[in-house]
């Protein structure tokens, strides 16, 4: 059959198979007495791999995978405060504010970095992911989240829901 269109050709393409994926996402782990820690593509501190369609964090993955689906609104928050580990016992969901107060308390609330200069970027890639992923909970403002990194809320805007910035910033598909 002659493939006439981008449509066809992308429906001729074989489906991913959700089990070979979720076997692919575990040999990416190493699986240690304590935390199971992820050693696949990371975006600064933060594990990312994409199962089925668009990249996503790697504990929200371990969380989906193991326990079950993840409530709209909550986020997928770490005991043991090691960003890279998947170990699903190490893994709770929790609100935005059980985050910042976790984060409070364990020290890794650090003031959002101003010290770009005019037009530079002040917040990193991994700022950028959290904060889009906070976004996407709808838990938050847009207000709240620029009062908590720092900047103002048409930046957040522009980071969060501008496509244009995907590339220049992430390469992250949405
Ligand atoms: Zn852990």
Redesign the pocket.
Known sequence: MAVTSWKQWRDSLPKADPDKRITRFWSKVEKGP????WKGGVRNQYGAFNLIGPLEYVHRIAYRITVGPIPKGLLVL?????PL???P???FLGTQSDNLKDANVKGRAKPPDRTGSRGRRKLSDAQIIEMRQLEETGAISLAELGRLYGICKQSIWRFCKDSRFDGEYLGIPR
Do not use: S
């Open positions: 304590d935390c199971w820690i770490h005991r043991c405060d090691t580990c998947v170990n016992a190490h893994l």
